[in-house]
């Protein structure tokens, strides 16, 4: 049976805290915790007799976030690998957004990145902007399922006799 892959990306507000937690199992589907609902137990329960983790930057970002703030030390009770090293070995630099625009990897919210992200959280928060909250999951969302298809075009990339650009 094959290990069962999973993806994860959080959000964070000005101060560092995580506004979002998102994660896709290939057997489960989508999972996105937001605010209050962002916990530990939250995590694991989702995450727990997955296979690997798979994240863009997250040994350096996501991972020691949630460690900080969640006591959860995910690269000790999981697998994980972090595409962006492995985009870095196919000579792909620059941040999950760039490296999907020069792999042609489509994005409905194109233009929102991480800081539109938190000012988007922003108004969720002080104006209960339902519209910014939506925004926001929709941008996490792609983050977290581009995160599968990112996986998959290096994986095509790293075939023996690929040429790689």
């Given at each position: 049976m094959a290990e069962i892959r999973s993806y994860l990306d959080i959000e964070t507000a000005w101060d560092g805290r995580i506004t979002i937690i998102g994660m896709l199992r290939e057997d489960r589907g989508l999972l996105q915790l937001v605010g209050r609902d962002v916990t530990a137990d939250a995590v694991t329960g989702f995450l727990d007799g997955s296979g690997p983790l798979h994240t863009y930057n997250g040994h350096s970002f996501d991972l020691p976030r949630i460690k900080g703030a969640l006591r959860l030390d995910l690269r000790r009770r999981y697998a994980c690998r972090d595409l962006m090293r492995d985009c870095w070995r196919l000579k792909l630099f620059g941040g999950f957004k760039k490296v999907e625009e020069r792999l042609g990897i489509a994005r409905e919210t194109a233009g929102v990145d991480g800081i539109a992200a938190m000012r988007l959280w922003d108004r969720y928060v002080e104006a209960d902007d339902r519209d910014a909250l939506d925004l926001l999951l929709r941008?996490?969302?792609?983050?977290?399922?581009?995160?599968?298809?990112?996986r998959d075009r290096l994986e095509a990339l790293s075939l023996p006799g690929h040429a790689q650009g």
């Open positions: 941008y996490n969302r792609e983050d977290v399922e581009n995160l599968a298809v990112l």
